[in-house]
């Protein structure tokens, strides 16, 4: 799933569609589009999008580093989900400082997210985003006038975007509303701003407009690159749900009366109905044209309410019996809960609280039974947050209306929860057990589908690293190990170069490569050049082409800047590119630099120097000792043609 996202990313950051709406995704795209942007602005990321994969030597440089850089985001995603339900749950129900870390402990400790952080999938970033819906919910009801509007807006366009994310967060972002009419029930219906019946009108007509669009821009034709797993596009009882869902709220405030709770509530699951139909057009800024923006807009729609999932393809859940019985303390304690509430009513909770507390075990329950791949084997990403979140919310109830033989109880629930994980901490096994088939040998060059938009992708790799149909030049399975090989320790491989390179600025990835014969040092931008002759003792070392380099523009006055400032002459060159032909060496690497071997008397080459050729040039290696002078870099300045060759000489 991660190799499928990263080229997905690469596709639309060049104005391509991307393949795989199946989950449907679109909502992961969207925060990609803003992290990939800032990380490539930063130089986190050097591979900007699928065109520049032909201009690399070593394009898998740049899609590793892609991949690690999208998997870095699940540890993030895991604490915030978690810190984001915590504060959400503890001030729906005006919980202290201290149930808030105790609430975040127990959600943190869950082994569904502490799963979800090593294997890469769409998940995360569903629960993320409802998380996210849920606290800002909760922060409206605290909020007046135009504020509180525009946060219950902005909470139905993250409850959008997570099911756009994964379709099967529905009961989780079914929590947002919920928490609000538990909030109201607890006589904050104040809080809310009294919207008058007109204008809950135009909300809804907003929000209908909205759905109907969507609908009518699905009729268009899908792209056939698309990976969606419908099996047909007539889904009227989806169509229709999705309708009343939206439409309901606001014309239902046209019949209750006024001023209530319940038409309050209403109010407000309107004004998330207009967030959530209006999230579908912002997955359009996902895409950088405008007409594939809504190619994809109208995709997603077609995907989401009117596709049938083929029903080979939708897993086999457990017996809800069978799940509460993996998952004990997880799923019956809730149940006991809400008895306790119950019983001591209405001093820990009212019944209009009790009516909407069993609403939310209501949700746990469709959540085990149809929204999540089931408790068993610690995949129950959606449900065991949820469930966690319904279980906290009567502790922190009962907490704030108990005595000191309520609250002692709270605490024993509370130590239950967080102290159920401490066997399952050893997370690795559930990755060498449960989950082994998941983690397969990586396709490297194959896309996962061998089809759709990424088969351009695949084709550009064919090219560069088996078989190129223009020049029926191919490559070896030995020098595309080497690239493996490269590829797999880029971190280290390119801190290598920084080091050797120093005064040249930031490094071009595009021009790292791997020396090796059938190897192309320019990628296929000269694909008339490979090596042809490479000496054994330096196969597999790093090959960089250095670019032209010039200094930064009033580098005088800056230099006697900067050494005002402390710095050394060697840090002033670094920063100012002065002395760019400087090359580096040091004891655990070997250093050469490459130059035409009719130059080899200029340089004092020793007789057993290597030649390496590229097509029917020869180039001898000048060893870069490690403490050289300025001379030698004065001398290789003047060559343009050449290249250095870096190689790990020990561990």
């Not at 065109?51 to 995603?77: K, S, Y």
């Not at 669009?213 to 009729?219: A, D, E, R, V």
């Not at 351009?456 to 090219?463: K, M, V």
């Not at 192309?520 to 090596?531: H, Q």
Request: aromatic share 10%; hydrophobic share 55%.
């Amino acid at each position: 799933m991660d190799q499928l996202t990263a080229l997905d990313v690469l596709l639309f950051r060049g104005g391509m569609l991307p393949d795989h709406i199946t989950h449907p995704t679109a909502g992961m795209y969207l925060l990609f589009s803003l992290t990939h942007r800032i990380g490539y602005v930063l130089g986190l990321l050097h591979l900007r999008d699928f065109n520049g994969i032909e201009t690399w030597a070593n394009p898998l440089l740049g899609t590793a580093e892609l991949i690690e850089f999208i998997r870095g985001h699940l540890p993030f995603l895991a604490v915030a989900s978690s810190l984001l339900l915590a504060v959400a749950v503890v001030w729906a129900v005006d919980g202290s400082v201290w149930m808030i870390a105790a609430v975040f402990l127990s959600l943190a400790s869950s082994r569904a997210l502490a799963f979800h952080t090593l294997i890469f999938r769409t998940d995360s970033f569903a629960l993320f985003y409802a998380a996210a819906a849920v606290a800002l919910a909760v922060a409206a009801m605290k909020q007046h006038g135009r504020v509180a509007i525009a946060f219950a807006i902005g909470s139905g366009v993250l409850c959008g975007l997570a099911m756009t994310s994964k379709v099967q967060i529905i009961s989780t972002i079914a929590l947002a509303p919920a928490l609000v009419l538990l909030m109201m029930a607890r006589n904050n219906a104040e809080a809310f701003p009294d919207i008058s019946s007109r204008r809950n009108l135009h909300v809804s007509l907003a929000a209908i407009g909205t759905y109907l669009f969507l609908i009518g821009i699905s009729t268009l034709p899908m792209p056939s690159t698309f990976v969606h797993t419908r099996s047909s596009f007539s889904n009227f009882a989806l169509c229709l749900a999705g309708f009343a869902a939206i439409a309901a709220p606001g014309l239902m405030t046209r019949i209750v009366p006024q001023r209530g709770v319940l038409y309050r509530f209403l109010s407000f699951a309107n004004l998330m109905a207009l967030g959530f139909a209006a999230s579908f057009l912002l997955l359009w800024f996902v895409m950088m044209s405008p007409r594939s923006g809504v190619q994809f807009v109208a995709a997603l729609a077609k995907v989401s309410f009117l596709g049938t999932i083929d029903p080979a393809l939708v897993p086999g859940h457990q017996s809800f019996r069978d799940q509460v019985l993996s998952s004990p303390i997880l799923l019956l304690m809730p149940a006991l809960l809400l008895a306790f509430l119950a019983l001591w009513r209405p001093r820990l909770a009212s019944n209009a609280e009790l009516v909407v507390l069993a609403v939310i075990g209501g949700l746990v329950v469709a959540s085990v039974l149809w929204f999540d791949r089931s408790v068993m084997n610690a995949d129950a990403i959606f449900t065991e947050p949820l469930t966690l979140s319904f279980a906290c919310i009567m502790l922190a109830m009962a907490w704030q209306g108990g005595g000191r033989a309520v609250r002692a109880v709270v605490a024993i629930c509370m130590a239950l929860l967080v102290f159920r994980a401490v066997p399952q901490t050893k997370i690795w096994a559930l990755t060498d057990t449960g989950y082994a088939g998941y983690f397969r040998e990586s396709r490297q060059i194959l896309t996962p589908y061998q089809l759709g938009n990424q088969q351009n992708i695949e084709n550009s790799f064919r090219r560069l690293f088996v078989l190129d149909d223009s020049t029926k030049h191919s490559v070896s399975e030995r020098a595309r190990s080497l690239v493996f090989k490269q590829a797999a320790d880029y971190g280290f491989i390119t801190k290598q170069v920084a080091f050797a390179i120093p005064n040249r600025g930031a490094i071009d990835w595009s021009r790292i490569g791997v020396l090796g014969e059938g190897l192309r040092p320019f990628g296929l931008v000269r694909a008339d050049l490979w090596f042809t002759t490479v000496p054994a003792e330096l196969e597999g070392a790093t090959v960089y082409v250095p670019p032209m380099s010039a200094p930064v523009p009033g580098a005088a006055w800056l230099a006697r800047a900067l050494i005002s400032c402390g710095l050394y002459d060697f840090e002033v060159n670094a920063w100012l590119r002065l002395d760019a032909d400087r090359i580096r060496s040091r004891s655990d690497m070997e250093v050469f630099a490459f130059v035409p071997a009719e130059r080899r008397q200029q340089f004092d080459v020793p007789e057993n120097a290597p030649v390496v050729a590229i097509a029917d040039r020869s180039y001898v290696g000048v060893p870069v000792p490690t403490n050289a002078d300025g001379s030698l870099f004065a001398r290789l300045g003047s060559v343009e043609d050449r290249f250095i060759v870096i190689k790990r000489r020990y561990s």
